[in-house]
């Protein structure tokens, strides 16, 4: 099962909403990503958990607040968004390329369309 | 400076014929490269990967092809099909890095 799983699969939220973007693999993985995606661009990624750890933030704006519960789920907590935020948010999910795997492809969940209105 | 490039925004070819995407990259650094589908809307689906080790690796209808040495690859896809209509980007890691390169895609349309 090479499976990603995203909720909501659309959200239209005001500038002063909050709200929250949720992502669940059962790959065991251990590594999972958040990426942008803006019409005919590629993916741009925005934060890396591994082992339930923030390994990286591309200076990525407070706005967006990434939270990993435990190893299979990844949330990202939306607040006072701006219309430029209106995107694609994909989640994706990999071995641990810094495990000595030589297999490290990122599996990606269908995505949720984010409207900011 | 775009590390992955895709320098055919779009291509067009006929259905039951080959179809064949390419990709340069510059960094040395990058051993594993894969290739991604994208249809509108959706997230990418991961197609198939290869090693630096290797120079071929083929799966189905698919295969990617690797020269190192003139840091160029290509997905060839036989017999293309109206379902393959999409696009692809090309991407690239690096050992012990989270990071992927992706190239800007190529729009692949098969007619039927």
């Known amino acids: 099962d090479t499976e990603v799983t995203q909720t909501p699969k659309h959200l239209v939220m005001g500038m002063t909403n909050k709200k929250s973007l949720k992502c669940e693999q059962h790959?065991?993985?251990?590594?999972m990503y958040w990426y942008k995606q803006k019409a005919k661009k590629p993916p741009e990624l925005m934060f890396v958990y591994s082992y339930e750890k923030l390994s990286i933030n591309e200076s990525v704006p407070s706005r967006f607040s990434p939270e990993c519960p435990n190893s299979s789920l990844l949330n990202l907590h939306l607040h006072a968004l701006q219309p430029e935020d209106s995107a694609l948010y994909l989640c994706a999910s990999s071995q641990d390329p810094t495990s000595g795997t030589i297999r490290y492809e990122q599996y990606f969940g269908p995505g949720t369309r984010l409207t900011v209105t | 400076d775009q590390q992955v490039k895709q320098n055919s925004p779009s291509l067009s070819v006929q259905e039951g014929r080959i179809s064949i995407l390419n990709c340069d990259y510059t960094?040395?650094?990058?051993?594993?490269f894969l290739w991604y589908k994208k249809y509108p809307a959706e997230g990418p689906t991961f197609l198939i990967s290869i090693s630096s080790i290797k120079d071929k690796n083929e799966d189905g209808r698919f295969t990617v092809f690797l020269n190192k040495s003139a840091k160029h690859l290509s997905l060839h896809i036989v017999p293309s099909q109206p379902g393959d209509s999409a696009v692809y980007f090309c991407a690239a890691g690096g050992a012990g890095s989270y990071q992927l390169t992706f190239g800007k895609g190529t729009k692949l349309s098969v007619i039927p």
């Open positions: 960094n040395s650094m990058f051993d594993y």
């Open positions: 790959m065991g993985h251990r590594a």
